[in-house]
């Protein structure tokens, strides 16, 4: 048994061994690899981080005669350790994708018809500006909404602040970790940060209700769960699909979907009974326990057995093993959390557990993020509008991330005021927001719609006007600070010049901001200006950072609960609240409860979706060297279920929903590793845009079938596990 985690244990959990072999074999970079060990040519080697997830891992980039031909994890970064996952191995696919968007383009047809001429730049960014500047002579500047993701936000949305609207749409809060961030804070005062704030590496138990680690590669993460593994500590998954994660597992739970939260209201009230919970901890720092305790007494293992199918005597076993463990437990409170629209409580019962155990703040549970910062600089102070943000007035816990589907309502209902205009970067909202018919009505109805991106999505391939950015390898992007155990900084700088008329997302903020009157907010004549004037506010060498691309601060780590390091929670009590006046004075439960959620009927299955460890998202299903690897998704179907319907393996099926859609053809994976109840497929398949030749109409959009979502009244999020589809079978492919 072995503490480290090498690259070939790393590898093998993500069940990439061969994968990561297969990426490298392009003929061009293969004669340059030969020329530069024959010495004929000479190799670079520029430190960045990554964007082909959200993990930002730093990243060496090898470039031998202008060409990328390899890129590698930097072993100073916390995110990275030397090592890359498969995606991001595969940057240089999306660099050298033939695909990607070369020139800034006008529509000249009807919206989403794929009419497009050439343009230049300025031609390009004079129309969107102009259109711009009409909207907010007509509507006000509230009327424009942004929609984003990624490292664009960092130029956008101060773009969008300058311009004058409150409406920013982001599908990583309403459509993924909204409700989780919202029921931690309002149950420690904070979030768990991302890259979350787990400490795995030191855990004795661990436990993951869904998260399907290994398939959803978050690379340290990945790293973590590996070396957890390989220690033996012992794993409980929770997840009607046995996934990589419950291969690695003690237990595996395959839980009835929708019904979590029994299991963790059941283990709340063993816990209590049996004082197996932390009393000490609790006395210390929490409030409500008389309330939790009354509230959940009627969660007996008995109960939970009929709602979630999982023996009583199971359910106790574990609640024991986590109590006797104590407090290095790690209850992983996962990512993508909008499931049934209960989140944020299911979120919260989550946290409340962690509490009970004494875990936040303690070693093998959760760790107390760096307590370093950097300070924040001066900037121009944004104009105040004068209509308020659309999301505040209906979910009182939204705060100011956007709640993307209000946003689209207020577009096709003109209430409580009209958009007429959206901004889209870094996001293919067709892929990202549930019930795509509404997404499409509210496309119709926008006097604009602008988008920047480096790839065609079918999202993008609807715009008005489209902004090729280039790829994170060809540009500055703002400085990535990691507030991990200690306090980190890194740079992304161009490894490359930007190919074809592709500019980066700075620039693009920068020229359109000049156009619409704000070119004050954007006071440097090039970002590598910007970045230098803040490392040295910082008191950081950008020459140091240049070279290695990730700097820790040293003296910033102070990661666990000590008599000398306690933990300030950010609740209105200042205590964990177990019960939360917040949640009372809004009119919702100050302790989670168990809600039923509807069951599929007779020979309908509950759809689930996850990733894959190759793609993330719709973002990457395009990508030469990705698309090799797993270029279309499988529907999973119980081996019995399958049987009884006459389904064989590798069969084409048509998933149809409760509301008569239908998906494409997908292919059959039958077998026992999932629940007779679900089908599970892997989500951000189905592209619609031709543009994207080598994804264009592979595989079945999950989105396309999410055309149900149920609302969590806190904090706007979507649950979308509440659809069910039946399976056609596909003549023509079998
Ligand atoms: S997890 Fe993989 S894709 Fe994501 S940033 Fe890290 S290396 Fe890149």
């Not at 309330?291 to 199971?314: G, I, M, N, Q």
Request: proline share 6%.
């Amino acid at each position: 048994m072995t503490t480290k985690c090498s690259r070939r244990s790393f590898l093998k959990a993500s069940g990439l061994v061969s994968a990561g072999l297969a990426i490298t074999s392009t003929l061009p970079d293969k004669f340059l690899l030969w020329a530069e060990e024959q010495g004929m040519l000479k190799a670079t080697y520029t430190p960045t981080f990554c964007e082909m997830c959200f993990w930002k891992c730093g990243a060496m980039a090898k470039v031998i005669n202008g060409r990328v031909v390899k890129l590698e994890g930097n072993p100073a970064h916390p995110g990275a350790r030397g090592k890359l996952c498969a995606r991001g191995n595969g940057g240089a696919g999306l660099l050298y994708d033939p695909d990607r968007l070369k020139t800034p383009l006008i529509n000249t047809g009807a919206r989403g018809e794929g009419k497009y001429k050439k343009a230049s730049w300025d031609e390009a960014l004079g129309f969107a500006a102009e259109r711009l500047n009409k909207i907010k002579q007509q509507y006000g500047p509230e009327s424009v909404a942004l929609f984003t993701h990624g490292t664009p936000t960092d130029h956008f949305l101060p773009l969008m602040w300058a311009y004058g609207t409150p409406n920013i749409g982001m599908p990583s809060f309403a459509q993924c970790r909204g409700p989780r961030d919202v029921g931690l804070e309002l149950t420690f005062g904070e979030g768990i940060g991302s890259p979350e704030r787990v400490d795995m590496v030191n855990s004795k138990v661990v436990v993951l209700f869904g998260s399907h680690l290994g398939e959803n590669m978050h690379n340290s993460q990945v790293q973590d769960f590996s070396e957890a593994v390989g220690r033996g500590a012992k794993f409980v998954v929770v997840d009607p699909r046995f996934s990589i994660a419950a291969g690695k597992a003690d237990t595996w739970l395959p839980i009835r979907p929708s019904t979590d939260m029994a299991l963790i209201l059941a283990w709340i009230n063993i816990i209590i009974k049996q004082g197996l919970y932390d009393r000490e901890y609790i006395g210390a720092y929490a409030n409500g326990f008389k309330e939790l305790a009354d509230a959940v007494s009627e969660y007996t293992p008995e109960w939970a057995e009929k709602e979630t199918d999982l023996p009583a005597a199971k359910i106790v076993e574990i609640a024991i093993l986590m109590g006797k463990n104590a407090p290095a437990v790690c209850i992983h409170p996962g990512r993508h959390s909008t499931w049934y629209g209960d989140d944020v409580q299911r979120t919260r019962a989550m946290g409340i557990l962690m509490a009970l155990l004494g875990s936040w703040g303690r070693q093998g549970g959760t760790y107390i993020g760096t307590k370093g910062s950097f300070p924040k600089g001066e900037s121009k102070p944004y104009p105040e509008p004068s209509k308020a943000a659309l999301n505040l007035g209906n979910y009182p816990f939204a705060g100011g991330e956007g709640v993307t589907q209000v946003i689209r309502t207020a577009t096709i209902t003109d209430q409580p005021y009209p958009i007429k205009g959206w901004f889209v970067s870094g996001t293919n909202l067709m892929k990202s927001i549930p019930n795509q018919k509404e997404t499409l009505e509210a496309i119709k109805k926008l006097d604009l719609l602008v988008a920047v991106d480096v790839m065609p999505f079918d999202t993008v391939m609807m715009a008005d006007v489209i902004f090729p950015e280039c790829t994170y390898l060809e540009r500055h992007d703002a400085l990535a600070v990691g507030k991990g155990k200690s306090l980190t900084v890194s740079l992304r700088q161009p490894v490359i010049e930007p190919m074809y008329e592709s500019k980066p997302g700075w620039w693009i903020a920068k020229e359109l901001g000049k156009r619409l009157g704000v070119g004050d907010y954007f006071p440097w004549n090039t970002y590598e200006e910007k970045l230098k004037s803040q490392c040295s506010s910082w008191g950081i060498s950008y020459e140091e950072l240049k070279t290695k691309g990730t700097i820790t601060i040293p003296d910033t780590s102070d990661p666990y609960i000590t008599a000398t390091n306690q933990p300030v929670f950010k609740t209105k009590s200042g205590k964990i609240e177990l019960y939360s006046s917040e949640l009372k004075e809004n009119g919702f439960d100050p302790v989670p409860r168990y809600t039923k959620h509807p069951e599929p009927a007779a020979g309908e299955f509950r759809l689930i979706y996850g990733r894959s460890p190759v793609h993330t998202f719709s973002r990457t299903t395009n990508n030469p060297e990705l698309h090799e690897l797993y270029p279309e998704n499988e529907i999973w179907v119980n081996a019995s279920k399958a049987r009884e319907m006459g389904l064989i393996n590798g069969n084409y099926v048509s998933l149809v929903n409760q509301d008569g859609v239908k998906s494409n053809p997908i292919k059959l994976k039958v077998t026992e590793r999932i629940r007779e109840d679900c089908v599970y497929m892997v989500h951000g398949f189905g592209t619609t845009s031709k543009e994207l030749k080598n994804a264009y109409g592979k595989g079945a959009d999950d989105q396309g079938l999410i055309t149900k979502y149920a609302v969590d009244p806190i904090c706007g999020g979507t649950g979308m596990r509440v659809n069910f589809v039946r399976l056609q079978k596909e003549v023509k492919h079998a």
